[in-house]
């Protein structure tokens, strides 16, 4: 049954698409360059997606909890749950599943052949890295009214010492909407789970949900329930009460098997009481979410682009009433005398555009640098730091049983673990200030080009309407150079409705706003850079295993099993960093792709806007009446048409 919520939230979409819709037809006989723009935008906001990336480790409950909001085994899932590859689940009225393989080609498969060939077996001998290598992603159709209007649900391969799936898990958390970071209740918030809330928390994402799984087993478990369950709950209040803010019904206890078995028996769907799980009032949370918060968010950036083309044609309306008594004789004469200096503004942008992409390589070359200086400071105290580690009290001769090699293996690679990740992490805070100064840099370094735009478009515009323009008072507000990095800043931040908001707050916070979501991602895909084979994770589970092996040949000291475990990983970090080179400064590049793209793209908008201003007045005397009446109607029409947009948007 349809959530009423979610129907409302659809039914506003759809007024706020069809006022877009009758804006869009009132440029029209105004021959204004937007009606495209405004049907593209009608177009997204009904049917725009919106990505929520299921997060956690290996047999985390991820794919369970997912199939239990599905309502039935949809996902791969065995007793230690295992999704190969990355899955999206969107909406569509019959299940299906699609395969896209990494040359572009596709292949539809039903539910039961996508579990029966990406579920990973136990006697699966096949390297995943082989079994799934040409598989970029699958994408699972089904009839979940939480899917409509766009929602996207990314099930990730999960986070674990497999180099290969932590890596592509990794890399979907800058395009994330929205993330749901599974939890195990019977192993709560290990190490790499700190890790990936760290970036969660780095990368600025405040839309968080916490479901942590398997609470049921604790209490099946634990000697005593009721004082486990509080020991758990006071560690969940303590480590994400913080991330989640004022929002607490982000974090809940659910019980994904349970509401599962609830709404799925013996092959058919069934109706059994699936409260006591906590899987409905979870879903309640997030649907709640998804028509709130997430509109919210889409409703600011149609304001901010409706609010954009108002601008651009009350300039239109202002250049046709300043150039009414000019006729389109002389009209057309100043165009064809002002074409050397709108080439001029077009290579001023150009300029731009070249300084920016030197500004990305730059900072690619910086960040490598930066980060193997940091390692190879990390090398050097390695020593001190695996003699400090504590193994507990091992005899030589209890080092050659099993259990006592498992013990010190286990206490050595999580303290090592633990030591490099508290490291990697203030390497990456590091990189926000580093970003924020190199923005800031960029900014100044533009702003004389921005200048200079700003004085050949008055001079273009001064002389095509005779200093007509210049009778009126310019608006104040950001400069251009501030209104170009504002576009950019909006880009990174994903609200540029926000920025236009903010200006009230200050230009320099919302710049150091950009610079800490871009220095926190790039630390992110900088370190994600390095998990992939060895990997520093998988690196040192085997100098660990390495080690190890020295006692059972001869070595009967354990401090011999650290000087071996120092030494072997003296020059191993900074050798990975350096062989990765090309990658780390493609990762740095890709993440400051947005940032760049749309400040280019704002200098070029600018420059290719005034060369159209000018081209429509031409087109309009030339296809219409130049008439009070009919002139001033259109222009009534369009105003109409804003304001009853701007009142839906309200």
């Excluded at 009608?42 to 290996?58: D, I, K, P, Q």
């Excluded at 990305?360 to 193997?372: C, F, I, N």
């Excluded at 059972?552 to 000291?557: D, P």
Aim: charged share 25%; glycine share 8%.
């Amino acid at each position: 049954m349809t959530d009423p919520s979610l129907d409302a939230f659809r039914a506003q979409q759809h007024r706020i698409a069809a006022a877009i819709d009758t804006l869009s037809a009132a440029t029209e006989p105004l021959h204004a360059p937007h009606a495209e723009h405004l049907t593209d935008l009608a177009e997204r906001t009904r049917n725009g997606t919106f990505r929520v990336v299921l997060l956690g480790c290996f047999s985390s409950g991820k794919s369970t909890l997912l199939n239990a909001l599905l309502g039935r085994p949809v996902l791969p899932v065995k007793v230690n749950p295992c999704t190969a590859v990355l899955t999206e689940v969107v909406y569509a009225e019959t299940p299906a599943v699609t395969i896209h393989h990494t040359d572009g080609t596709t292949r539809d498969l039903d539910i039961d052949s996508f579990i029966a060939e990406f579920q990973l077996s136990g006697d699966d001998t096949t390297p995943e890295l082989d079994r799934f290598s040409g598989v970029d992603r699958a994408v699972v159709g089904w009839p979940l009214d939480l899917l409509k209007n766009g929602v996207v649900l990314v099930d990730t391969p999960g986070l674990d010492d497999d180099p290969i799936r932590t890596e592509r898990t990794l890399s979907t958390l800058p395009s994330a909407d929205a993330v749901l970071m599974v939890l195990n209740a019977t192993r709560f918030l290990t190490a790499l789970e700190r890790q990936a809330i760290a970036s969660l928390a780095a990368l600025g994402l405040n839309t968080l949900f916490f479901p942590i799984a398997m609470a049921d087993l604790v209490d099946a478990l634990a000697d005593d329930p009721a004082a486990a369950r509080r020991d758990l709950e006071a560690r969940a209040d303590s480590h994400l009460a913080g991330l989640v803010g004022e929002h607490s019904d982000r974090i809940h206890w659910v019980n994904g098997r349970g509401a599962l078995r609830a709404r799925w028996v013996n092959g058919a769907p069934a109706s059994g009481d699936a409260t006591a799980t906590g899987i409905p009032a979870f879903e309640r949370a997030l649907t709640t979410f998804l028509v709130h918060d997430r509109g919210q968010a889409r409703e600011r950036r149609i304001v901010d682009a409706v609010d954009s083309i108002r601008l651009d044609l009350r300039e239109r309306k202002a250049l046709e009433d300043a150039t009414r008594a000019t006729s389109l004789d002389d009209l057309i004469q100043r165009r064809v005398e002002l074409q050397p200096q709108l080439d001029r503004i077009h290579a001023v942008a150009a300029r731009i555009e070249r300084q920016v992409s030197a500004f990305v390589t730059q900072q690619g070359a910086e960040v490598w640098e930066d980060l193997r200086s940091f390692l190879a400071d990390t090398e050097r105290i390695l020593p001190t730091v695996v003699a400090e580690i504590d193994v507990g009290n091992f005899a030589g001769l209890r080092l050659l049983l099993p259990s006592g090699r498992e013990a010190v293996e286990a206490r050595l690679r999580d303290g090592l673990q633990d030591w490099l990740t508290e490291r990697l992490q203030r390497w990456r805070d590091g990189c926000v200030p580093r970003i924020n100064r190199a923005l800031t840099e960029l900014r100044d370094e533009l702003a004389g080009d921005a200048t200079e735009f700003d004085t050949l478009r008055a001079d273009v515009l001064d002389a095509f309407t005779a200093g007509h323009m210049l009778d009126s008072e310019p608006e104040q507000g950001p400069t251009t150079n501030e209104r170009w990095f504002a576009v950019a800043i909006g880009a990174v931040l994903l609200s540029p409705g926000t920025v236009a908001a903010g200006w009230n707050q200050g230009y320099e916070g919302i710049l150091k706003g950009a610079a800490g979501r871009l220095g926190a991602r790039i630390g992110v895909v900088a370190i994600g850079a390095l998990l992939g084979p060895p990997g520093w994770i998988g690196l040192v589970v085997y100098i660990v295993a390495d080690a190890v092996v020295v006692l059972l040949t001869g070595g009967t000291q354990l401090t011999r099993t650290r000087e071996r475990l120092a030494a072997a990983l003296q020059g191993q970090l900074v050798g990975q960093v350096t062989e990765q080179r090309e990658q780390i400064e493609q990762h740095v590049s890709d993440a400051l792709q947005p940032f760049s793209d749309a400040l280019t793209q704002a200098c070029q908008n600018d420059a290719t806007a005034l060369t159209a201003q000018l081209d429509a007045v031409l087109l309009a005397r030339q296809t219409l009446d130049d008439t009070t009446v009919s002139r001033d109607g259109l222009w009534s029409d369009l105003d109409d048409a804003l304001s009853t947009t701007a009142d839906i948007l309200s």
